[in-house]
């Protein structure tokens, strides 16, 4: 996992030519990093990209394949960019394809240089985009620090970089353990357990609603 702390006026877009792409990867893309500069960058490393689409993209056909509608593939073409600035930025053709999401009852435009998959592959991977995101945005929401042991530019970096990692690992225990904790809950135990001797599968092992806030309340009386 790649994390770069940057001020608040640098775009996310920039995020790209931090990543060190590796040949025959997917990289997966909102449609803030429509960039096309930077898509052919991975074009030509070798990699695979899918990236959602604006949609007043210019686009003109070259050829199209069948597609099955009820998949919810309502385009699949191969196409060459029309405006000026999006086809010097990636001069070579690039797959478009139209996607219903019958479940939320929206259509996307992805576009990406694989040729190889179907639609509805590209589709889904990224849908599954959309699971990191949820993660991110609880990310946001849960990861506090109330206070900083140093403020320079490095030490505010190392510390939430400790930060993320500490959350990102919790989220990897849930997931083997298979606990049926959140992973809110989880942090809230083990934050409270750190002199238990209670192996942690045992510790995170839920009986009841009740189990993290008798564990709370009993780690409190000892301050």
Excluded: C
């Amino acid at each position: 996992m790649l994390v770069e702390v940057t001020a608040a006026s640098v775009h996310d877009v920039h995020g790209m030519d931090m990543i060190s792409y590796e040949k025959g990867s997917y990289y997966i893309f909102d449609r803030g990093y429509m960039d096309f500069k930077r898509l052919y960058v991975i074009h030509q490393s070798g990699s695979f990209f899918i990236v959602r689409s604006k949609n007043n993209l210019k686009s003109e056909r070259v050829y199209s394949s069948p597609v099955d509608k009820s998949r919810g593939i309502l385009l699949d073409q191969i196409v060459v960019l029309k405006s000026f600035y999006p086809r010097k930025g990636y001069p070579e053709k690039i797959r478009k394809i139209r996607f219903h999401d019958m479940e939320q009852n929206r259509t996307f435009i992805f576009l990406t240089n694989n040729t190889d998959l179907e639609a509805i592959e590209i589709a889904n991977l990224y849908k599954q985009r959309w699971q990191i995101e949820l993660f991110f945005k609880w990310i946001k929401q849960h990861l506090k620090i109330k206070s900083f042991w140093g403020t320079s530019m490095n030490a505010v970096k190392t510390q939430v970089y400790i930060a993320v990692i500490a959350y990102t690992t919790v989220a990897i225990i849930r997931q083997k353990l298979k606990s049926a904790y959140s992973t809110y809950e989880i942090l809230q135990i083990l934050g409270t357990s750190l002199l238990d001797k209670t192996p942690i599968q045992q510790l995170l092992h839920k009986k009841n609603n009740q189990d993290v806030k008798e564990l709370l309340h009993n780690q409190l009386k000892m301050f």
